[in-house]
């Protein structure tokens, strides 16, 4: 089951239970400003030109350890965000070489201790769909990391829901999802896609 809303998360974070979550699979601001424009010319929403140019609040991520039993944060390096255990996840995106854009991303994995690695495309020039956020991962990713990590009938957390791979990849594999999105522009077209693809499960009689 699908359950995405149109808020800010820290007003849900505030409101909930400790422990309510299984586990949180968030991919914050890293607060290195909006370079997605000078790379790409893909149509997307309105874009807000100051949209990555803060990181989350500590108050973000003590309440995403409260509200939450584990957690895995893209973008670790930039919120220095490790839990006492020090388990990542460097995931190899196979992007050349280039001074404005990392080859790989650091995740912090509350799971484990050590490290782990994954080879897995960010994008290509092949893709069936435009992009609708400028940091879309794709829904690969998310289904390693939940096959990997998550258990059956766990419930599953994305405080930035973005362009929705999370939730495409939670739904294929049979987990409860909620996903927050403030952005009234992106979580429009996150729904758009979400219809799409639930369109495609019952054009080849999946549902």
């Known amino acids: 089951m ?33 370079w997605q424009s000078k790379f790409r010319k893909e149509r997307q929403p309105t874009k807000k030109l100051n949209w990555n140019n803060e990181t989350p609040s500590k108050e973000y991520f003590l309440e995403l350890q409260r509200v939450s039993k584990h957690q895995i944060i893209f973008g670790a390096n930039y919120f220095n965000c490790f839990t006492p255990r020090g388990g990542a996840i460097v995931w190899n995106k196979r992007v050349p070489e280039v001074s404005n854009l990392s ?3 650091i995740l912090s994995c509350s799971l484990q201790q050590k ?4 080879d897995i495309l960010w994008q290509n020039i092949n893709r069936k769909e435009a992009i609708i956020h400028p ?10 990391i939940l096959q990997k990590y998550a258990k059956p009938n766990w419930k599953i957390l994305d405080t930035h829901l973005g362009s929705g791979s999370s939730a495409i990849a939670a739904d294929k594999l049979g987990y409860d999802f909620w996903g927050y999105e403030r952005d009234r522009d992106y979580f429009r077209a996150t729904k758009d896609r979400i219809k799409r693809y639930k369109q495609q499960l019952k054009l080849f009689g999946v549902v």
């Open 2 to 34: 699908i359950n995405i809303y149109n808020l800010d998360c820290m007003d849900s974070l505030r409101a909930s239970p400790d422990n309510h979550w299984d586990i949180a699979i968030v991919d914050p601001p890293f607060g290195i400003g909006n």
């Open 103 to 105: 080859m790989c991303e």
């Open 115 to 118: 490290v782990s690695y994954v």
């Open 135 to 144: 940091c879309q991962k794709p829904v690969a990713i998310y289904i390693w």
